[in-house]
């Protein structure tokens, strides 16, 4: 088993015009992602979508007022010792604000991965994930670890 620190910057873009956690909306995502193994370390990037609704349910509404759903490819990478083939990752997530700036994420995400040179297709890695964020401006930058064990 081996331990990788994955690093995620995305460049969201809004189909619909609004603000974050008040208006619905799907939009693209360029996402990069920083991959640090022991020493070693790959950029990965790739393309994906996102979609983020309002909850309209009372009874979920107690757990949850959005839900956030992202799909990424990954088509390329750079690094010196290993370079990331291809990946996706598959992500869903409830959020519940507490505030008009603060809000807790969680949720549940599904990836794999293939690495060059030559190394055959990792397991899908299944993971949960919980987060809280805190925004001062409509130009957000999202921004959390995920580990996962390989």
Known sequence: MVDADFTT??????????????????????????????SETATAFGIGAFWQNAIKNGRLSTFMNWTELK???????????????????????????????????????LSSY????????????????GRSEEHTSELQSHWYISYAVF
């Open 114 to 129: 293939q690495y060059d040179p030559s190394a055959p297709k990792e397991d899908m890695q299944i993971e949960l994930n």
């Open 71 to 109: 799909l990424h490819y990954y088509l390329s990478s750079s690094g010196s010792v290993f370079k990331v083939k291809n990946a996706y990752r598959l992500q869903a997530d409830a959020l519940k604000p507490f505030s008009k700036k603060f809000y807790i994420k969680y949720g549940l995400g």
């Open 9 to 38: 910057f995305e460049l969201l873009w809004r189909a619909q015009p609004g603000f974050n956690l008040v208006d619905p909306t799907w939009g693209l995502i360029l996402p990069a992602q920083f991959i640090k193994y022991e």
